[in-house]
């Protein structure tokens, strides 16, 4: 039976939550933490989205972009880069089961190329197709698992049954799939954690030299893909600039979020078991340290109003039922935020959330009808 949280939800958003939540799973903190951690957390933040915003909701989004891009350190990653121009080197590409595959990189910053793949559907160099990048979380072979680039037999096993392979799902369909790495998840464009001082964990590592150089490891993959966007835009032959759409699992839907919130050029954005509250009503913590933004929550918002930031853009996000990340709890509230923020701009048709029936994946039949509505059957 669902709970009075989902009847309210399904009242306010009506037509956005699809299928039964699970039921409310949720860390407890006892002693201090208990009563200390909500006081620290549950408090609006300085640019949290509000009706009587000055200005009005495009005033609101410029001065939410603005900051956003402050404390994700992208000025700084801009200083620090200077007058360097990204690079592309890309090969011509190899017939795979009906689409061509092309293996490129980028170099984003001085001395920092990130390997993407390019999966093209044979036949279409002189059409004009539709474009989805595909950002993948933690996995040190994320890329290759997206793009259908397979270490042995296991690995394509467990990439299968998991349906991990969007890169491919998107080209069989008629998009030009672009998966790049993910700068600190991927082993091809890490930092390493000599000594384990980061827990060895390279993730860590990235963002720990991040900080210390003013910027956020979240905001150098934001940089990452929106250089990759430029190229996509400008250098890719056959790609509708008008239609573009981005996805990720687990991290790279966070990433999915950031860039979509501030690239206009995405029209479709899909996070995929990763948008929810930066923290539990009990002040439990969801995302990795790799994610995390300085000051977020006091200086700007919450993470369902950086999601509103994607408006008036479409924006799908699922979670599993049994995915042990999140709580249903906590991730019904923050569908209920963005979808009240979409309902006041008035396009409440834009935006979706859907209750996966397993764990932390992907779910194909709900994710491509949403993409393919905007973007393939335009």
């Known amino acids: 039976m669902r709970s009075l ?3 309210l939800l399904t009242i306010s958003i009506a037509g956005v939550l699809i299928a039964d939540p699970p039921e409310p799973s949720r860390f407890e903190y006892s002693g201090a933490a208990k009563t200390f951690l909500p006081r620290l957390h549950g408090h609006p933040g300085a640019l949290a989205y509000r009706q009587d915003y000055p200005g009005g909701f495009v005033a609101w989004q410029e ?10 350190g992208l000025q700084r990653i801009a200083l620090q880069v200077g007058q360097h121009q ?8 190899t017939l795979v089961d009906g689409y061509v595959r092309h293996r490129a990189q980028i170099e984003t910053e001085p001395g920092i190329e990130v390997p993407f793949w390019v999966l093209r559907p044979r036949g279409s160099e002189d059409k004009q197709l539709p474009v989805v990048i595909c950002a993948h979380g933690h996995d040190a072979d994320g890329w290759n698992t997206y793009a259908g680039v397979y270490r042995d037999a296991e690995h394509q096993k467990s990439t299968m049954a998991k349906q991990g392979d969007p890169g491919v799902q998107a080209v069989k369909q008629g998009y030009i799939a672009v998966v790049p790495a993910t700068r600190g998840l991927a082993k091809a464009i890490s ?14 590592a990235q963002l720990m030299h991040c900080l210390l150089a003013g910027r956020t490891a979240i905001g150098e993959r934001v940089w990452d893909t929106t250089c990759l966007l430029d190229w996509i835009v400008t250098d890719l032959p056959g790609v509708d600039a008008k239609r573009i759409g981005m996805l ?16 206009q050029r995405v029209a479709v954005a899909h996070p995929s078991c990763s948008l929810t509250s930066y923290t539990s009503s009990t002040g439990f913590i969801f995302h990795c340290d790799c994610c ?5 929550q006091v200086e700007l918002a919450d993470m369902s109003d950086v999601a509103a930031l994607v408006i008036p853009r479409r924006l799908l ?4 039922k049994k995915d042990g990340l999140h709580s249903s709890e906590d991730v019904e509230r923050a569908m209920e935020r963005i979808g009240s923020i979409y309902s006041a701009t008035k396009v409440s048709e834009k ?12 779910y194909p039949s709900m994710l491509w009808p949403f993409l393919n509505e905007s973007l393939l059957n335009h």
């Open 5 to 7: 949280m989902s009847l």
């Open 63 to 72: 001065s939410a972009r603005s900051k956003l891009k402050e404390l994700l």
């Open 86 to 93: 990204p690079t592309v080197q890309m090969d011509q590409g």
């Open 191 to 204: 930092i390493p954690d000599p000594k384990g001082r980061h827990g060895n964990r390279n993730c860590r």
């Open 248 to 263: 990720g699992n687990s991290g790279g839907g966070v990433l999915t979020v950031y860039v979509a919130a501030l690239d």
């Open 292 to 296: 995390l933004v300085p000051g977020i």
């Open 317 to 320: 996000a699922i979670h599993g």
């Open 351 to 362: 935006f979706s959330f859907q209750w996966g029936a397993d764990g932390h994946k992907f």
